[in-house]
């Protein structure tokens, strides 16, 4: 079999060369650079997001409960034209809730939206238990009204009404 | 020294000579490319409109405030020249750099887009073929050197990407991210994102047999990692219809336990994993010889 020129095989090992720098000091990724770690942590507690819909504020508790006892209706968030896992990404990894943050995912979510509907925002863990099953609970954080915005009282937040 | 020679004529094939066919299935697949990676520069341009703070930087916005590219009408443009150079840059108009310069278009479109926490991947292969074809383009000017190093670069990156995407797995978790309540967990998370996007969701049949039974949910994901493991079988011609056959497997499985859809991803896979020069040649005996033509156009 006759050999390759080297060229092609030189510039694929710069190109090599370029991903590994890039990945390994951006914490593997610099799209499209990847070393693809989605899933690679297996087993671990996990944090996701959902709204649902109740008809007036006074019907909300602010506990953590099950699925089957949930607060109000699943919003499709589909629905409001918003992507369900920036939506969930940005409620489970923002730290910080400053009014700012509060600000920004009402604006994802569409102030048109929440102008005559409670929305509450949950945060949504799952877990293995010791018993071999998973464990999934939902928990209150926000209110979301036409000109309000209340943060669940039992949560450590630093303000309580901030609009 | 001989598996990097075998590597290197399994992805370049030096000795292979071009025929028409092979120059109709090259522009069939650069338009799959390039469509595909102009709806992607819209889709997340009209998105990104929407968002208005930085969650997390990726990568040149590690560098460059890529707050510039929020609340105003930047993306649509971005997406507008792209589509534009891309255009151009596919019927050969223009400067051999076109592809280049939309590449960094789409990294910026890409890097605006996704600042809010996710770090999705199902567009990772359409990046690295504007990457390749970009690179192809810059280096080399002959019609069969240019189709030999980018459809040979594409398959190396496809393959390392998913070797690579199963040694994380066993560096992160180790043998044990095998275990079938690991898949529960996943099910949970996902079924947890169905029923936030659509308001409902019950699991399917395949989630259900999973749920059930450990064994089960641990033979789906072994099958999983044991396809993602042999990934770098890409790489050489005489199973790469196999491997790519068992990763479109393993992407099905992954749209039916966990949601998670990979359309773009696996069509390219489609693209690139079997012989359609050779099919196109022996439905098309004549026609495909005026592939020829097309050359001005590789």
């Known amino acids: 079999m006759k050999k390759t020129s080297s060229k092609p095989l030189k510039i694929l090992g710069y190109m090599l060369l370029v991903n590994v720098l890039l990945v390994s000091t951006h914490l593997g990724e610099f799209w499209p650079f990847s070393i693809?770690?989605?899933?690679?942590?297996?087993?671990?507690?996990?944090?996701?997001?959902?709204?649902?819909?109740?008809?007036?504020?006074?019907?909300?508790?602010?506990?953590?409960?099950?699925?089957?006892?949930?607060?109000?209706?699943?919003?499709?968030?589909?629905?409001?034209?918003?992507?369900?896992?920036?939506?969930?990404?940005?409620?489970?990894?923002?730290?910080?809730?400053?009014?700012?943050?509060?600000?920004?995912?009402?604006?994802?979510?569409?102030?048109?939206h929440i102008q005559d509907r409670n929305f509450v925002i949950f945060k949504v863990n799952g877990r293995l238990s010791e018993s071999d099953s998973v464990v999934i609970e939902y928990t209150p954080q926000f209110l979301f009204a036409a000109d309000t915005t209340i943060l669940n009282p039992y949560l450590n937040f630093n303000s309580s009404v901030v609009k | 020294m001989r598996v990097l020679d075998s590597i290197k004529n399994n992805l370049f094939q030096p000795d292979k000579e071009l025929e028409g066919a092979h120059y109709i299935f090259f522009k069939i697949f650069e338009l799959f490319v390039a469509s595909q990676a102009i709806y992607l520069m819209w889709y997340w341009g009209l998105y990104t409109l929407r968002i208005s703070d930085v969650v997390l930087p990726l990568g040149l916005a590690n560098y460059v405030d890529i707050s510039f590219m929020h609340a105003n009408n930047l993306p649509l443009w971005n997406a507008g020249i792209f589509s534009a150079l891309v255009g151009f840059a596919f019927f050969r108009v223009g400067n051999k750099w076109l592809y280049g310069i939309a590449f960094l278009l789409l990294h910026f479109q890409y890097v605006a887009r996704f600042s809010i926490g996710e770090i999705p991947h199902s567009a990772n292969l359409i990046g690295f073929s504007i990457l390749c074809i970009a690179t192809g383009l810059i280096f080399f000017e002959a019609p069969d050197k240019r189709y030999k190093f980018i459809l040979g670069s594409i398959i190396f990156f496809a393959g390392l990407g998913y070797t690579s995407a199963a040694i994380s797995k066993l560096i992160g978790t180790g043998i044990n991210w095998v275990d079938g309540r690991h898949l529960w967990l996943w099910i949970g998370e996902k079924g947890t994102d169905i029923l936030s996007r659509e308001g409902a969701w019950s699991p399917n049949f395949l989630q259900s047999l999973a749920l059930k039974s450990i064994p089960i949910a641990t033979i789906i994901l072994m099958i999983g990692l044991l396809s993602e493991f042999f990934g770098f079988l890409l790489w050489f011609r005489k199973t790469r219809m196999f491997i790519v056959t068992a990763l479109i497997g393993m992407h099905i499985g992954i749209t039916l336990s966990m949601n998670i859809r990979f359309d773009a991803f696996v069509a390219e896979l489609i693209l690139i994993g079997y012989a359609w020069p050779f099919v196109i040649k022996k439905l098309w005996p004549e026609k495909s010889a005026y592939g020829k033509k097309l050359t001005r156009f590789i």
Do not use: C, H
Request: hydrophobic share 30%; no cysteine.
């Open chain 1, 36 to 112: 693809y770690p989605m899933f690679s942590q297996a087993g671990n507690p996990w944090t996701r997001a959902m709204i649902t819909e109740i008809s007036d504020e006074d019907s909300l508790t602010w506990e953590t409960t099950s699925r089957e006892a949930l607060n109000g209706t699943p919003v499709s968030v589909k629905s409001l034209g918003v992507d369900q896992i920036d939506y969930s990404n940005f409620v489970s990894k923002t730290q910080n809730w400053t009014t700012s943050r509060l600000e920004a995912l009402r604006y994802m979510i569409g102030e048109e």
